[in-house]
């Protein structure tokens, strides 16, 4: 979690600052979403909603990657076909800042099963099936700091502030 530091106008015009804790979260195109061509779509949609992009790699998941992100699944009867899909073409891979991203970016998601996805969210306008639902988004700040690191060094992260930062901000 980075702290931001905000110049803001009190009711009687004094001026102070005031920090804001801003998340991180993890955010994984998926090969269905690469290609069908909705890269830019769903990067415009955390853009819009206000989320600064900290990191981003286009790349092809290695099967030992691929393991280490689903190893919560392992047990599960479909961890292989997991494991298979994520690996079978390139994803882009995303960490994107700002206050609540982790619970904001699962609304803008929308429900892991497409059918149960509102209209309006990524699933809901653009996934028609659970196996193919275009899109991993961390589900909690710690499974975010987990999948932060597991997918990027401290290097490949840039802390920036956009100019539009007040504009977010109270």
């Known amino acids: 979690m980075d702290l931001q530091l905000y110049w803001l106008m009190t009711k009687d015009e004094f001026i102070k600052f005031e920090e804001i804790a801003l998340e991180r979260t993890f955010i994984a195109i998926k090969p269905d979403g690469v290609q069908r061509g909705l890269v830019g779509e769903i990067i415009q949609r955390f853009e819009r909603k206000g989320f600064t992009l900290v990191s981003l790699k286009f790349m092809k998941v290695s099967r030992e990657l691929a393991e280490k992100h689903y190893d919560v699944h392992r047990d599960r009867p479909f961890f292989a076909g997991l494991v298979e899909f994520i690996t079978s073409a390139p994803i882009v ?26 209209p309006g969210t990524i699933r809901g306008d653009f996934a028609i099936n659970i196996g193919r639902n275009l899109i991993h988004g961390s589900d909690a700040i710690e499974t ?6 597991l997918w990027f060094t401290e290097e490949e992260l840039v802390s920036w ?8 901000h109270e």
């Open 161 to 168: 502030q956009p100019h539009l930062s007040p504009w977010l």
């Open 144 to 149: 975010a700091q987990r999948e932060i690191a």
């Open 93 to 118: 891979a995303m960490v994107w800042e700002g206050d609540g991203v982790v619970a904001a970016s699962r609304k803008i998601i929308g429900a892991t099963n497409p059918l149960a996805a509102e």
